[in-house]
Every structure is written in structure tokens, then in C-alpha cells.
């Protein structure tokens, strides 16, 4: 299958319902289920590569989060958070109609992970957690904050890819054709150009961050990956600007005591498309 399938599930809110979109790979009767949940502004599609990979493994789910790609824009911007993300997840799992699911998140989307595994009756088997934790460095925020939410218009793919490469160095190597498939589900077509896929107003909560609030997220978040019981694997581009190699040594010996594994030369995020990435998210999840 090189294509996947596009699907919605109705979600609630604090404002009323909103439709998540999500990609789908594999036998859709397969009971074992891989749900991968991208970045901040990025969306489902970022996970082609590696799905492709595991569709005949498994069943792979791969989320637009609200206010990315297909899905529905909130009417609150403040809803753009954590708790939305996970009560969303937590439906989207209700509708696949399995007691349990192994979960790829890369840095927004390990969070939401995080979090989800650390719930009691969590349906989380197996985490993934891409080059995140409950420690976010702030010069990784700074760097982030200064494009999330910025007006942007490309007048070509091409330009798009370019543009988008200037701000991705962290992604690490990638050849061109490699890039510019990252790049393509990543624009919305707008009059004679493209534009990014996603809601600017989910840099609104973000750019709200107070020191304080900070300093009380990183507090949550490590009580919860204390609770988390899944074996925990945990990769890190060794040149990561978010997530520290002292947060990430911290966290094999806190929580779940993930596996770590570092990938030389990349930074934020790798992006499982290289093919040494993939092998040893394979392993990990198809492991005894």
C-alpha cells in the first residue's frame, strides 16, 4: 500500500466538538495497533516513510492533531494544549476499538504519549517517545518560537522546501526528494501559492508560557513519566537543542527507565525517515 486511508472521529471540547483527521495504514482488521503523533506544526503524513515500513506489522494510525492538516481549527486558541491533545487521543483509541495500542510520538506528540501512558488503565503497551521530555530546554522554545504562528506564502513547493529547510536544520541529513515529500502535506494551497497546514493560532497558548507555568508543567511532567509502567524507549538526536542529554540520562533511571538511544548527527527532531531510525523503532516495538 503506498497510499494511506483519510478518516475523522467527532472529539469534544470545552467548546463544543471538533473533528480530528487521521491516516491510516495497514489491515484495517489487524488488532495490533501503531499510533504515531507528530510535532508542534507539523502533521500526520511526517510518518509515510515509517508506516509504509510497518503496515504489514501493523495497523499504523497517524493523527492530525487539531489544528493541523486536515483536522478542525479550534474556536478557542487556548484550547490548543496538552489536555485537549490527550482527550482527543483517548477518543480516537475508543473508536479503533482496541484495548490497547503502541504510541510514536516525536516532540509535542511524545508528550501527549507521556501523558497518555501515565493515565491509570492507560492503553499504551509500548512508547516511543522522539526526542522529548519532561524537561524542554528554552533556548529550543526561543528558536520555535520565533516562526511558530509567523504568515508565511510560498509560491512554490519548491520555494516552500527551501523556506522550511532554513528553520528544520535540527531534522538532520535528508536528500532532496526525501524533503521535499516532508514538505508537501506540510502546505495548504492559497491563491497562487501555499501557505503552512496549520492554524497560526496554536502559537497563542504557546507564546503565553510564563516562567512560572513552565516550571509547573516541568513538575507535572515528571510526576506523570514517574507513573508510566510501558517499557519506554527514548531517542535523542545527539545535537538536540530541546531535549538535554542530563534530562535524558535522568530519564532511564526515573519512570519506566526508557532505553536510550542517541542518533549521531541529527538535532529536533529526527524524523524516522532515515532507514538506521526506523530500525531501531522496528526493533523496539517488534522486539520480545
Not at 501557505?195 to 509547573?216: C, G, M, N, Q, R
Request: glycine share 8%; hydrophobic share 45%; net charge neutral.
Amino acid at each position: 500500500m503506498n497510499e494511506p486511508r483519510l478518516a475523522h472521529v467527532q472529539c469534544l471540547s470545552a467548546r463544543g466538538l471538533h473533528r480530528m483527521a487521521y491516516w491510516e495504514w495497514g489491515a484495517a482488521d489487524n488488532p495490533r495497533v501503531l499510533v504515531c503523533v507528530h510535532g508542534l506544526s507539523r502533521q500526520g503524513r511526517d510518518f509515510d516513510t515509517l508506516a509504509r515500513d510497518l503496515a504489514n506489522d501493523y495497523r499504523v494510525v497517524c493523527p492530525d492533531v487539531v489544528g493541523r492538516g486536515h483536522s478542525d481549527w479550534l474556536a478557542d486558541p487556548l484550547g490548543y494544549g496538552i489536555p485537549t491533545y490527550v482527550a482527543d487521543m483517548v477518543t480516537l483509541v475508543a473508536r479503533l476499538n482496541v484495548p490497547q495500542v503502541d504510541w510514536v510520538g516525536t516532540s509535542m506528540g511524545g508528550l501527549i504519549g507521556l501523558m497518555l501512558a501515565s493515565l491509570p488503565n492507560a492503553p499504551v503497551r509500548r512508547l516511543v517517545l522522539n526526542d522529548v521530555g519532561p524537561v524542554i530546554q528554552a533556548q529550543a522554545l526561543t528558536r520555535i518560537g520565533s516562526y511558530l504562528g509567523q504568515p508565511a506564502h510560498w509560491p512554490t513547493v519548491e520555494a516552500a522546501a527551501d523556506a522550511l529547510w532554513a528553520i528544520s536544520q535540527g531534522f538532520g541529513p535528508h536528500t532532496r526528494e526525501e524533503w521535499l515529500a516532508l514538505t508537501r502535506h506540510q502546505l495548504k494551497a492559497e491563491g497562487q501559492g501555499y501557505k503552512p497546514h496549520y492554524d497560526p493560532a496554536i502559537a497563542v497558548p504557546f507564546k503565553a508560557v510564563t516562567a512560572e507555568l513552565a516550571a509547573a508543567g516541568e513538575a507535572a511532567l515528571w510526576a506523570a513519566y514517574d507513573r508510566i509502567t510501558a517499557p519506554t524507549l527514548l531517542l535523542r538526536g545527539a545535537q538536540s537543542d530541546l531535549l538535554s542529554a542530563e534530562t535524558a540520562q535522568a530519564m532511564t533511571v526515573r519512570g519506566p527507565q526508557a532505553q536510550l538511544h542517541s542518533l549521531p548527527g541529527v538535532g529536533h527532531a529526527p524524523t524516522l525517515v532515515a532507514a538506521d531510525q526506523r530500525a531501531v523503532v522496528r526493533a523496539f516495538l517488534l522486539g520480545p
